[in-house]
């Protein structure tokens, strides 16, 4: 009964209060109700790149990494100068093992914003394990 409830709701709202309530949801740790809502205000406003954001992170943080690829490379297509974006898309390529590919958006999305600790430590860590596992054997 509760499910049917929800969904009634979510068909009353406009896609700033479905995105705002997801919002709520990611601030919890609950992505994947976060998703149901991202996904309605999708329908909605399928050319908003921060909802498309929102809803590829939680994609991200659930584990479902294609998903995320998915929107993540949709927000890029909306605004190519969404730092978080070229970030997020990034680490789904690193899921995916490729480096060379996600190094690029990663080192995009810290020349867009060269003061974020948060990419230059990502890139920092990953290149670290990039260089132990990817060593030739005379070096």
Same mark, same amino acid.
């Given at each position: 009964?509760t499910?049917?409830?929800?969904i009634?709701?979510m068909?009353?709202k406009n +896609? ?11 601030l919890?740790?609950?992505y ?8 309605? +205000?999708v329908?909605?406003e &399928?050319k908003k790149?921060?909802?498309r954001? +929102? ?8 584990g479902?990494?294609d ?6 490379? *949709? +927000? ?8 978080f ?9 690193i899921k995916e093992g490729k480096?060379? *590919? ?5 080192k995009?999305?810290l020349?867009m914003k &060269? ?6 430590n990502? %890139?920092?860590?990953?290149?670290? %394990? ?6 030739? &054997?005379?070096?």
């Amino acid at each position: 009964m509760t499910k049917y409830i929800i969904i009634f709701c979510m068909k009353s709202k406009n +896609a700033y209060e479905l995105f705002l309530e997801g919002k709520k949801y990611v601030l919890e740790n609950e992505y994947l109700k976060a998703i149901m809502l991202f996904e309605e +205000a999708v329908k909605i406003e &399928p050319k908003k790149g921060s909802i498309r954001e +929102a809803l590829a992170l939680s994609y991200y943080n659930c584990g479902l990494y294609d998903s995320a690829k998915i929107n993540f490379k *949709k +927000a890029l297509e909306i605004d190519l100068s969404n730092d978080f974006a070229h970030y997020g898309l990034g680490l789904c390529l690193i899921k995916e093992g490729k480096f060379s *590919k996600a190094f690029g958006h990663l080192k995009i999305a810290l020349a867009m914003k &060269p003061k974020s600790i948060l990419y230059s430590n990502t %890139i920092k860590k990953y290149s670290q %394990i990039f260089d132990k596992f990817h060593k030739k &054997p005379n070096q």
